[in-house]
């Protein structure tokens, strides 16, 4: 561990992580948390030793330079701390990093330390998966944990995944049995507009997390820039017939699944968050998932694959990495994770 400051006293902190790579369709998950670092100006106290964790012929390091000086950054998992504020203040301890290449269970291990130190209440951890979703549609968002009382009193999923996982799910389950509360939000990304970023993802991720910990997330331009994906995959869409086809058939096999979830309580939980936002106003901030057109992304975007019938196109963000796909049983998305330089998704 490299600490770079003192560690702060914290107010009811709750930690949130993402981790780019396999658990990261579209740099959802670590765009979100980028965007909280960013909108609250959040201060690094600690960085894990890049030596301990990572391959540096798999996550090369970058040469930039300041003021005519070479400088090296080395791939890392960084830790910053923001304070919330409002009526009930709390801070938010946010891990962003790469997943690790090695030591998992000690890179989980140092990241718990962080955790007891700091006094951490409950651990939220982000990832994001490649599904069969339809871009038009709402960005299904399921919340996992292996905790049944957290489960029922979080009204949240109990995992029953078995089969190869990521760092999200070895981090989950070192929590559990370290005795920290931890909680998983996984955001399901269209896996024929596969590449990053996908700001309606990070959108659907925030919106999620701020119902979970109860604060007001400042959402900056974030909206806006989901609305511009869509219109841009729309686009590509209505260029290409079989792409359209394929995503009509993907609407209506998600409406026939929600018509039944159509219920007055999810009616009223997306009410009541309307309301917060109406009676709070929108909190100020200018945040862009990574500073570029996504409209223009997406329209030269020369790579997009069509999506094959039947088996479904892999992922294709790192043209050095197998895929190693599968069905995501834990989220029940049917989903397949994306690629990265890991081995797996929970």
Excluded at 78 to 107: A, T
Excluded at 180 to 201: F, G, M, R
Excluded at 309 to 331: C, F, I, L, N, V
Aim: aromatic share 6%; hydrophobic share 35%; with cysteine.
């Amino acid at each position: 561990m490299i600490e770079l400051e003192g560690v702060p006293e914290l107010i009811d902190p709750v930690m949130v992580a993402a981790f780019e790579g396999w658990n990261d369709a579209g740099d959802a998950a670590s765009t979100a948390v980028a965007h909280l670092d960013r909108e609250w100006k959040g201060e690094v106290f600690a960085a894990l030793d890049a030596e301990d964790y990572y391959d540096f012929q798999v996550n090369r390091p970058t040469v930039w330079l300041d003021g005519g000086v070479r400088k090296i950054t080395w791939p890392t998992t960084r830790l910053s701390v923001v304070r919330v504020g409002g009526d009930k203040p709390r801070d938010l301890v946010l891990v962003r990093g790469i997943e690790p290449s090695m030591r998992w269970r000690s890179f989980c291990n140092e990241l718990l330390g962080f955790a007891h130190e700091l006094g951490v209440e409950l651990v939220v951890i982000l990832g994001a998966l490649l599904g069969d979703t339809p871009h038009t549609r709402p960005v299904p968002i399921s919340g996992t944990t292996s905790d049944p009382d957290l489960a029922q009193r979080m009204d949240l999923e109990e995992t029953k995944y078995e089969g190869p996982t990521g760092i999200v799910g070895i981090l989950q389950e070192a929590c559990t049995h370290a005795g920290v509360p931890a909680v998983s939000l996984w955001a399901a990304v269209p896996h024929y507009v596969s590449q990053p970023p996908n700001p309606k993802a990070t959108l659907a991720l925030l919106n999620r997390l701020e119902d979970l910990i109860d604060v007001r997330i400042p959402l900056g331009e974030l909206a806006e820039d989901a609305r511009a994906w869509q219109v841009g995959v729309d686009q590509l869409a209505a260029e290409d017939s079989e792409v359209a086809e394929y995503v009509q058939t993907l609407e209506e096999a998600r409406d026939t699944a929600e018509l039944p979830e159509a219920s007055g309580e999810a009616i009223a939980r997306e009410f009541e968050r309307y309301l917060r936002r109406r009676d709070g106003g929108q909190p100020g901030g200018h945040a862009t998932t990574d500073g570029s057109d996504s409209t223009a992304y997406l329209r030269d975007s020369p790579g997009r694959t069509k999506p094959p019938k039947p088996p479904r196109p892999e992922a294709d963000r790192d043209a050095d990495t197998d895929a190693d796909t599968g069905t995501d049983a834990e989220t029940g998305t049917g989903a397949e994770p994306d690629d990265g330089d890991a081995s797996s998704e929970d």
